[in-house]
């Protein structure tokens, strides 16, 4: 599932991609200006955006530079221009993908499946019980135990680990991180912000040494990542 916003002021298109979208069971976002698109992708971070480029307002071209200015969010153009050079000019301005009209909504979801695969699968919710090495979290009793060592943490800090567990070692961004295990709907810079003081908190109380951490590891440009205990213990 990823948070997808289609920008299009055809009614009758964002129909379309709404209903097929939502049928793959993705978060559907809407604008029809490129105003409205360029707000929400500052307030809900997607994790794809589909820019149709003949907008009203601020034209695609225009929202997709900005879009790129600000984030690296994967864009799929789709539009009825058919030209070489308005296709080498949307690509120009940062777009990933380029699709006509009238497009196949199988060809489509195809383009979507490949850009979505480009930034990792995004994560399932945390699981509620699992246990890797000597760690262990019961998140329906908000319990994380070390090496038989109860470990005291908050139900918020134990869906932090539990989400990080479920991703078997692979990083997870803050913006995905905060709102799986939190619920916090933010963007980016505030994840950051709001992980960074858990986080640390959680290194001391696992007894990780935060300025060299061995479980609880930051990937630089991506976000964080739990190593098992015993992998940190043998490296």
Do not use: W
């Amino acid at each position: 599932m990823a948070r997808i916003l289609v920008v299009d002021d055809d009614p009758e298109v964002q129909q379309l991609l709404d209903y097929v979208l939502r049928r793959e069971e993705h978060v559907v976002l809407s604008a029809q200006t490129g105003e409205e698109a360029l707000r929400a992708a500052h307030s809900s971070a997607p994790d794809l955006v589909i820019l149709d480029l003949m907008l009203p307002g601020i034209d695609g071209f225009m929202v997709c530079e900005r879009l790129r200015l600000a984030r690296s969010v994967p864009i799929l153009m789709l539009t009825g221009l058919v030209e070489e050079h308005d296709k080498i000019r949307g690509l120009d301005a940062g777009a990933d993908d380029y699709l006509t009209k009238p497009f196949s909504p199988r060809e489509l979801l195809a383009r979507v499946r490949a850009l979505l695969r480009r930034i990792g699968p995004v994560p399932s919710p945390p699981v509620r019980a699992v246990r890797i090495g000597g760690l262990e979290i019961d998140l329906g009793k908000g319990r994380l135990t070390l090496g038989g060592r109860d470990v005291p943490v908050s139900r918020s800090e134990a869906a932090i680990v539990a989400c990080l567990a479920a991703q078997a070692g692979d990083p997870v961004p803050p913006r995905v991180l905060a709102k799986l295990a939190l619920n916090y709907d933010c963007d980016e810079a505030q994840a950051r912000a709001i992980l960074k003081v858990r986080i640390s908190r959680l290194r001391q109380k696992l007894g990780d040494d935060p300025q060299h951490p061995r479980i609880l590891l930051s990937v630089r440009g991506v976000g964080y990542a739990l190593r098992p205990p015993e992998m940190a213990e043998t490296a």
